[in-house]
């Protein structure tokens, strides 16, 4: 009986380790061989939602997750993708994946496809500010080339994480509330600060990056699947704040409607830029300081989540208009 437990301790720790050595690799491996299929400098203006969805090609809608460490694929998005004509594939490929509020758990199943990408068209005011824009459900203007998914949960949006995003510079425009996705760094951006990254040999690591709100230093996470939040604090540090910009409300997110405290006019300090911005108390995940770049900044810049390194232009276009109520007015 002994030689019986010993033999079957063996073996559950011989599956243990290989299993582990399979999550490991996967990782390791993850979105190594993502290329275009025109390889242009960029996949073109992309407008955002409120939440933080752009939309690649027709029915195909994708949050921007910087908060997470992998791409999610629906069963319906699938079969769209079948549908167009491009490539599905399917495989045996375990995985542990980390949401941007701290949930975990283990797939064993990925799909590598190719993910179309459709021509926007932008209709601007006078200013350059986005009234209105068009995707071209006819128009493909390129193919993102082996995408790799793992499932989504069931009800899920859909995600790009940052197995994908670190694959690209990420350029946000304000005006157009838009991104871009480029293969190579932009022109007339200086850099402002460097992120750092949570490590991990199971998952894509967490950005952060340190700010000081109100004089105090925080590292904040950096999340943007939180829909039409700037910057994320703790719920009972709101006692700390008083005066005419605070107001009890509910926070939108990804989690249903959060009872919090908005202050409309808290002071951060960023790299040598400083301003007023917009703070929300509240709690949301697992990270209790964080920032969604999306609806903090007041200005275009680029995120390189592959070197941790954001960068903006040295005078941002907003100023040069109206050098008023921008964070980043230049000193």
Known sequence: ?????????????????????????SHKSAQSNLTL???TDNLGVMPLSIDNIVEFAPGLR???DTGSSSNTISPEYLKMLKDMGCRVDSSFRPKIIKSAIGEKRITTRRYTVDLPV?????????????????LDPEERVNTVLNVDFVPAKPGEKPRLGLQFIRKFYMEFLIDLHAIRF????PDN????????????????????????????KHSFFINTSMPRVSILMPEDMAGDVDGETVFNDTIPSVLGDRPGVIDYKVWVEWGNRG?????FFSSYGSEPFAVNPFFFLKQNAVFDFENNRVYIPP???RIQRTRSNDIFASK
């Open 1 to 25: 009986m002994k030689k019986i437990l010993l033999y079957t301790f063996a073996v559950l720790l011989v599956c243990a380790v290989v299993f582990g050595c399979m999550v490991v690799y």
């Open 37 to 39: 299929e025109q390889e």
């Open 62 to 64: 994708f949050r921007i």
């Open 118 to 134: 459709n021509k926007y068209r932008v209709i601007t005011d006078s200013t350059g500010v986005r009234t209105a824009s068009d």
């Open 182 to 185: 480029w293969r190579k760094m």
């Open 189 to 216: 951006y200086k850099e402002i600060g460097q992120m750092y990254a949570e490590t991990s040999p199971l998952w894509e690591g967490k950005r952060f990056m340190d700010m000081s709100i109100n004089g105090q």
């Open 275 to 279: 301003g007023n911005n917009v703070a």
């Open 315 to 317: 005078v941002s276009a």
